[in-house]
Protein backbone atom coordinates (compact mmCIF):
# COMPACT_ATOMS: atom_id res chain seq x y z
CA UNK A 1 0.00 0.00 0.00
CA UNK A 2 1.48 3.62 -1.16
CA UNK A 3 1.83 5.08 2.26
CA UNK A 4 0.56 8.79 2.26
CA UNK A 5 2.31 11.89 3.04
CA UNK A 6 1.53 13.54 6.46
CA UNK A 7 0.35 16.64 6.68
CA UNK A 8 3.49 18.92 7.20
CA UNK A 9 5.38 17.17 4.29
CA UNK A 10 2.10 17.82 2.28
CA UNK A 11 4.11 20.99 0.88
CA UNK A 12 7.33 19.56 -0.30
CA UNK A 13 4.84 17.59 -3.15
CA UNK A 14 4.99 19.87 -6.33
CA UNK A 15 1.74 18.23 -6.86
CA UNK A 16 -0.04 18.95 -3.63
CA UNK A 17 1.43 23.41 -3.62
CA UNK A 18 -0.31 23.10 -7.60
CA UNK A 19 -3.11 21.42 -6.37
CA UNK A 20 -3.60 23.88 -3.44
CA UNK A 21 -3.07 26.76 -5.20
CA UNK A 22 -5.41 25.78 -7.84
CA UNK A 23 -7.63 25.91 -4.98
CA UNK A 24 -8.61 21.66 -6.13
CA UNK A 25 -9.20 19.22 -3.19
CA UNK A 26 -6.03 17.85 -1.95
CA UNK A 27 -7.16 15.20 0.68
CA UNK A 28 -5.69 12.04 0.04
CA UNK A 29 -7.61 8.81 0.29
CA UNK A 30 -5.18 6.79 1.11
CA UNK A 31 -4.74 8.55 4.85
CA UNK A 32 -7.81 6.58 5.77
CA UNK A 33 -7.51 2.56 4.38
CA UNK A 34 -6.50 0.33 6.87
CA UNK A 35 -2.96 0.04 7.74
CA UNK A 36 -3.68 -4.12 8.18
CA UNK A 37 -5.54 -6.63 7.35
CA UNK A 38 -8.30 -7.81 9.73
CA UNK A 39 -6.44 -11.29 10.33
CA UNK A 40 -2.96 -9.07 11.24
CA UNK A 41 -4.61 -6.58 13.12
CA UNK A 42 -5.98 -9.89 15.75
CA UNK A 43 -2.79 -11.11 15.73
CA UNK A 44 -1.18 -8.27 16.86
CA UNK A 45 -3.89 -7.79 19.40
CA UNK A 46 -3.24 -10.92 21.13
CA UNK A 47 0.20 -11.12 21.06
CA UNK A 48 0.20 -7.37 22.76
CA UNK A 49 -2.87 -8.17 25.47
CA UNK A 50 -0.96 -10.18 27.98
CA UNK A 51 1.74 -7.64 28.10
CA UNK A 52 -0.70 -4.73 28.74
CA UNK A 53 -2.46 -6.38 31.01
CA UNK A 54 0.29 -6.75 33.01
CA UNK A 55 1.61 -3.33 32.57
CA UNK A 56 -1.80 -1.44 33.74
CA UNK A 57 -1.21 -3.96 36.90
CA UNK A 58 1.86 -2.88 37.88
CA UNK A 59 3.03 -1.56 41.28
CA UNK A 60 -0.03 -3.44 43.38
CA UNK A 61 -3.30 -2.82 41.27
CA UNK A 62 -5.77 -5.75 41.66
CA UNK A 63 -7.44 -4.95 38.38
CA UNK A 64 -6.03 -2.50 35.51
CA UNK A 65 -7.12 0.97 34.92
CA UNK A 66 -10.04 0.30 31.66
CA UNK A 67 -8.90 2.07 28.62
CA UNK A 68 -11.31 4.11 26.91
CA UNK A 69 -10.78 5.49 23.36
CA UNK A 70 -12.76 8.05 22.04
CA UNK A 71 -12.36 8.70 18.56
CA UNK A 72 -14.35 10.57 15.66
CA UNK A 73 -14.19 10.87 12.16
CA UNK A 74 -12.86 14.90 12.54
CA UNK A 75 -13.02 17.40 14.57
CA UNK A 76 -16.02 19.19 15.23
CA UNK A 77 -17.72 15.87 16.04
CA UNK A 78 -18.56 16.34 19.68
CA UNK A 79 -16.06 14.62 20.83
CA UNK A 80 -15.32 17.69 23.81
CA UNK A 81 -19.00 17.24 24.91
CA UNK A 82 -19.16 13.14 25.06
CA UNK A 83 -15.49 13.42 26.91
CA UNK A 84 -17.01 15.74 29.72
CA UNK A 85 -20.27 13.22 29.87
CA UNK A 86 -18.07 9.95 30.59
CA UNK A 87 -15.98 12.28 32.52
CA UNK A 88 -18.74 13.36 35.42
CA UNK A 89 -18.34 9.42 36.55
CA UNK A 90 -15.67 10.07 39.74
CA UNK A 91 -14.18 7.20 38.28
CA UNK A 92 -13.13 7.99 35.05
CA UNK A 93 -9.71 9.85 34.44
CA UNK A 94 -9.35 12.12 31.16
CA UNK A 95 -6.32 13.68 29.88
CA UNK A 96 -3.43 11.63 30.86
CA UNK A 97 -0.52 13.26 31.29
CA UNK A 98 -1.78 16.12 30.36
CA UNK A 99 -2.67 14.85 26.87
CA UNK A 100 -6.07 16.62 25.38
CA UNK A 101 -5.08 14.44 22.13
CA UNK A 102 -3.35 10.89 21.85
CA UNK A 103 -2.93 10.77 17.87
CA UNK A 104 -1.43 7.31 17.78
CA UNK A 105 -4.00 6.45 14.88
CA UNK A 106 -3.14 9.26 12.41
CA UNK A 107 0.61 9.65 13.47
CA UNK A 108 1.00 5.60 13.05
CA UNK A 109 2.89 5.58 10.36
CA UNK A 110 5.98 7.26 11.36
CA UNK A 111 6.66 4.29 14.10
CA UNK A 112 7.07 2.20 10.97
CA UNK A 113 9.98 4.36 10.23
CA UNK A 114 11.60 3.92 13.27
CA UNK A 115 11.16 -0.14 13.49
CA UNK A 116 12.39 0.20 10.23
CA UNK A 117 15.36 1.55 11.29
CA UNK A 118 15.34 -0.99 14.50
CA UNK A 119 15.45 -3.75 11.74
CA UNK A 120 18.24 -2.84 10.23
CA UNK A 121 20.45 -2.63 13.31
CA UNK A 122 20.18 -6.55 13.42
CA UNK A 123 19.18 -8.76 11.31
CA UNK A 124 17.10 -11.31 13.94
CA UNK A 125 15.04 -8.00 14.67
CA UNK A 126 13.11 -7.30 11.42
CA UNK A 127 11.84 -11.81 12.55
CA UNK A 128 10.77 -10.52 15.71
CA UNK A 129 8.79 -7.19 15.18
CA UNK A 130 5.66 -7.53 13.88
CA UNK A 131 4.05 -4.16 12.21
CA UNK A 132 3.07 -1.59 14.51
CA UNK A 133 4.48 -3.21 17.44
CA UNK A 134 6.28 -0.19 18.63
CA UNK A 135 3.37 1.89 18.57
CA UNK A 136 1.30 -0.84 20.83
CA UNK A 137 4.49 -0.99 23.15
CA UNK A 138 4.21 2.86 22.53
CA UNK A 139 0.76 2.51 23.87
CA UNK A 140 1.39 0.24 26.76
CA UNK A 141 3.96 2.54 28.36
CA UNK A 142 1.35 5.75 28.15
CA UNK A 143 -1.04 3.83 29.67
CA UNK A 144 0.94 2.41 32.24
CA UNK A 145 2.01 5.85 33.03
CA UNK A 146 -1.33 7.20 33.02
CA UNK A 147 -2.84 4.64 35.58
CA UNK A 148 0.29 5.34 37.60
CA UNK A 149 -0.83 9.00 37.65
CA UNK A 150 -4.48 8.66 38.43
CA UNK A 151 -4.35 5.49 40.75
CA UNK A 152 -7.94 6.05 42.21
CA UNK A 153 -9.37 5.78 38.46
CA UNK A 154 -11.22 3.16 36.88
CA UNK A 155 -11.19 3.98 33.45
CA UNK A 156 -8.98 6.28 31.88
CA UNK A 157 -10.21 8.02 28.86
CA UNK A 158 -7.94 8.73 25.44
CA UNK A 159 -9.34 10.95 22.65
CA UNK A 160 -8.13 11.65 19.14
CA UNK A 161 -11.18 13.52 17.27
CA UNK A 162 -9.48 11.55 13.82
CA UNK A 163 -10.85 8.69 12.39
CA UNK A 164 -7.24 7.34 10.70
CA UNK A 165 -6.48 3.43 11.25
CA UNK A 166 -9.28 2.62 13.19
CA UNK A 167 -8.48 -1.11 13.14
CA UNK A 168 -5.05 -0.58 14.65
CA UNK A 169 -7.12 0.08 17.77
CA UNK A 170 -8.16 -3.02 18.86
CA UNK A 171 -4.67 -4.15 18.06
CA UNK A 172 -2.41 -1.23 20.26
CA UNK A 173 -5.10 -1.44 23.04
CA UNK A 174 -6.63 -5.27 22.78
CA UNK A 175 -8.78 -4.06 25.72
CA UNK A 176 -10.16 -0.49 25.76
CA UNK A 177 -13.73 0.39 24.83
CA UNK A 178 -13.56 2.44 21.65
CA UNK A 179 -16.04 4.87 22.16
CA UNK A 180 -17.12 6.16 17.99
CA UNK A 181 -18.71 9.49 17.75
CA UNK A 182 -20.63 9.79 14.76
CA UNK A 183 -22.34 13.49 13.41
CA UNK A 184 -24.15 15.07 11.15
CA UNK A 185 -22.12 15.86 8.24
CA UNK A 186 -23.95 18.93 7.57
CA UNK A 187 -23.48 20.14 10.63
CA UNK A 188 -19.85 19.15 11.31
CA UNK A 189 -18.64 20.48 7.73
CA UNK A 190 -20.40 24.09 8.92
CA UNK A 191 -18.53 24.08 12.29
CA UNK A 192 -14.91 23.00 11.17
CA UNK A 193 -15.56 25.78 7.92
CA UNK A 194 -16.85 28.45 10.91
CA UNK A 195 -13.98 27.32 13.20
CA UNK A 196 -11.12 27.18 10.28
CA UNK A 197 -12.53 29.68 7.81
CA UNK A 198 -11.37 28.27 4.33
CA UNK A 199 -9.06 30.38 3.50
CA UNK A 200 -6.04 30.60 0.95
CA UNK A 201 -3.61 29.00 0.40
CA UNK A 202 -5.11 26.70 3.10
CA UNK A 203 -8.21 24.17 2.62
CA UNK A 204 -11.07 24.93 0.73
CA UNK A 205 -14.70 24.00 1.84
CA UNK A 206 -14.97 20.93 -0.82
CA UNK A 207 -12.02 19.80 0.79
CA UNK A 208 -13.60 19.55 3.79
CA UNK A 209 -16.58 17.75 2.83
CA UNK A 210 -14.30 15.34 0.95
CA UNK A 211 -12.35 14.92 4.26
CA UNK A 212 -15.29 14.14 6.41
CA UNK A 213 -17.17 11.89 3.93
CA UNK A 214 -13.27 9.73 3.60
CA UNK A 215 -13.16 9.85 7.48
CA UNK A 216 -16.72 8.94 8.21
CA UNK A 217 -16.67 6.18 5.57
CA UNK A 218 -13.48 4.73 7.05
CA UNK A 219 -15.49 5.01 10.80
CA UNK A 220 -18.54 3.27 9.57
CA UNK A 221 -16.64 0.45 7.78
CA UNK A 222 -14.59 -0.03 11.23
CA UNK A 223 -18.12 0.04 13.27
CA UNK A 224 -19.12 -2.88 10.62
CA UNK A 225 -17.08 -5.24 10.90
CA UNK A 226 -15.33 -3.99 14.66
CA UNK A 227 -15.20 -6.75 17.84
CA UNK A 228 -17.63 -6.41 20.80
CA UNK A 229 -15.58 -3.81 22.56
CA UNK A 230 -17.13 -1.15 20.40
CA UNK A 231 -19.98 1.42 21.48
CA UNK A 232 -21.18 4.24 18.37
CA UNK A 233 -23.09 7.16 19.70
CA UNK A 234 -24.55 10.03 17.22
CA UNK A 235 -23.43 13.25 18.77
CA UNK A 236 -27.34 14.38 18.20
CA UNK A 237 -28.57 11.84 20.55
CA UNK A 238 -26.15 12.63 23.55
CA UNK A 239 -26.76 15.94 22.95
CA UNK A 240 -30.89 14.98 23.18
CA UNK A 241 -30.19 12.28 25.89
CA UNK A 242 -27.24 13.11 27.55
CA UNK A 243 -27.38 11.27 30.85
CA UNK A 244 -28.49 7.95 28.75
CA UNK A 245 -24.95 8.35 26.78
CA UNK A 246 -23.37 8.69 29.59
CA UNK A 247 -24.74 6.12 31.43
CA UNK A 248 -24.31 3.42 28.43
CA UNK A 249 -20.53 3.59 28.45
CA UNK A 250 -20.54 3.88 32.63
CA UNK A 251 -22.29 0.46 32.02
CA UNK A 252 -19.47 -0.77 29.44
CA UNK A 253 -17.40 -0.31 31.69
CA UNK A 254 -18.54 -1.93 34.58
CA UNK A 255 -18.92 1.37 36.57
CA UNK A 256 -21.87 1.76 39.23
CA UNK A 257 -23.85 4.70 39.80
CA UNK A 258 -22.27 7.70 41.95
CA UNK A 259 -24.52 10.06 43.88
CA UNK A 260 -23.10 13.22 42.48
CA UNK A 261 -23.18 11.82 38.57
CA UNK A 262 -26.64 13.91 37.65
CA UNK A 263 -25.24 16.70 38.94
CA UNK A 264 -22.16 16.28 37.28
CA UNK A 265 -23.98 16.16 34.16
CA UNK A 266 -26.52 19.04 34.31
CA UNK A 267 -22.80 21.37 34.66
CA UNK A 268 -21.35 20.14 31.24
CA UNK A 269 -19.81 22.99 29.79
CA UNK A 270 -19.40 24.30 26.48
CA UNK A 271 -15.97 23.77 25.00
CA UNK A 272 -14.87 24.79 21.58
CA UNK A 273 -18.23 25.43 19.62
CA UNK A 274 -17.73 27.20 16.69
CA UNK A 275 -21.01 29.87 17.34
CA UNK A 276 -20.81 29.72 21.39
CA UNK A 277 -16.92 29.83 22.29
CA UNK A 278 -15.98 32.96 20.10
CA UNK A 279 -13.05 34.84 21.58
CA UNK A 280 -11.21 38.19 20.22
CA UNK A 281 -9.12 35.47 17.96
CA UNK A 282 -11.77 33.32 17.10
CA UNK A 283 -13.06 29.63 18.98
CA UNK A 284 -11.31 28.58 21.72
CA UNK A 285 -11.73 25.90 24.63
CA UNK A 286 -12.44 27.83 27.84
CA UNK A 287 -15.64 26.21 29.75
CA UNK A 288 -18.62 28.35 29.12
CA UNK A 289 -22.42 27.72 30.89
CA UNK A 290 -24.98 26.61 27.74
CA UNK A 291 -26.92 29.72 26.54
CA UNK A 292 -30.64 28.99 26.16
CA UNK A 293 -30.13 28.96 22.46
CA UNK A 294 -27.25 26.62 22.69
CA UNK A 295 -28.17 23.78 19.83
CA UNK A 296 -25.54 22.25 18.20
CA UNK A 297 -27.68 19.17 16.64
CA UNK A 298 -30.50 21.37 15.78
CA UNK A 299 -29.11 24.61 14.41
CA UNK A 300 -29.71 25.48 10.54
CA UNK A 301 -27.08 25.87 8.21
CA UNK A 302 -27.22 28.30 5.64
CA UNK A 303 -25.10 28.09 3.01
CA UNK A 304 -23.84 28.78 -0.63
CA UNK A 305 -25.46 26.85 -3.62
CA UNK A 306 -21.52 26.16 -4.63
CA UNK A 307 -21.17 25.28 -1.30
CA UNK A 308 -24.69 22.80 -1.41
CA UNK A 309 -23.34 21.25 -4.39
CA UNK A 310 -20.06 20.86 -2.89
CA UNK A 311 -21.49 18.92 0.03
CA UNK A 312 -23.57 17.28 -2.40
CA UNK A 313 -21.01 16.19 -4.81
CA UNK A 314 -18.61 14.51 -2.15
CA UNK A 315 -20.74 13.79 0.90
CA UNK A 316 -23.97 13.12 0.20
CA UNK A 317 -24.09 9.28 -0.50
CA UNK A 318 -21.52 8.85 2.74
CA UNK A 319 -24.24 10.98 4.78
CA UNK A 320 -27.23 8.58 3.65
CA UNK A 321 -25.01 5.60 4.55
CA UNK A 322 -24.58 7.69 8.30
CA UNK A 323 -28.05 7.91 8.63
CA UNK A 324 -29.30 4.46 6.96
CA UNK A 325 -27.11 2.57 9.63
CA UNK A 326 -26.66 4.84 12.84
CA UNK A 327 -29.94 6.87 12.48
CA UNK A 328 -30.54 9.87 14.93
CA UNK A 329 -32.53 8.35 17.27
CA UNK A 330 -31.20 4.96 17.57
CA UNK A 331 -30.38 4.05 21.61
CA UNK A 332 -26.21 3.89 22.31
CA UNK A 333 -25.51 0.55 19.97
CA UNK A 334 -27.80 0.78 17.32
CA UNK A 335 -31.22 -0.80 19.38
CA UNK A 336 -34.29 1.44 18.94
CA UNK A 337 -35.37 4.12 20.90
CA UNK A 338 -39.02 5.10 21.71
CA UNK A 339 -39.36 9.41 21.14
CA UNK A 340 -39.20 11.60 24.65
CA UNK A 341 -42.64 13.62 24.76
CA UNK A 342 -42.08 17.52 24.40
CA UNK A 343 -38.45 17.12 23.04
CA UNK A 344 -37.23 18.24 19.65
CA UNK A 345 -36.02 16.47 17.42
CA UNK A 346 -32.84 15.92 16.00
CA UNK A 347 -31.70 15.18 12.44
CA UNK A 348 -30.56 15.88 8.72
CA UNK A 349 -31.26 19.52 7.90
CA UNK A 350 -33.67 19.41 5.02
Wanted: positive net charge.
Amino acid sequence: MRQARSPDENWRNPLFALRRLARLTTIEPARFAPALAADQAALLGARIAPGQRAALCAGGRKLPARAVFLASPTPRSGTNYVEALIAAHPGVAISPCGVREAPFLPEADRMLQFERGFARRHRDNAERIAPYEFLAHAATGFLARAAAEAPAAEAIVLKDPHARRLELLPAIMPEALVVLVLRDGRRTVDSMARTWPPRFPGRTFEDMCLEWALATEAALDFAARAPAEVLTLRYEDAVAHPAEAAQAVWRRLGLGAARDCEARLAMVPVMGSSTHSRGAEGVDWRPRAPSADFDPAGRPVSWTRAQERAFARRAARVQARLDREHPVGAAPGGAARAPVPGRPAFGKVG
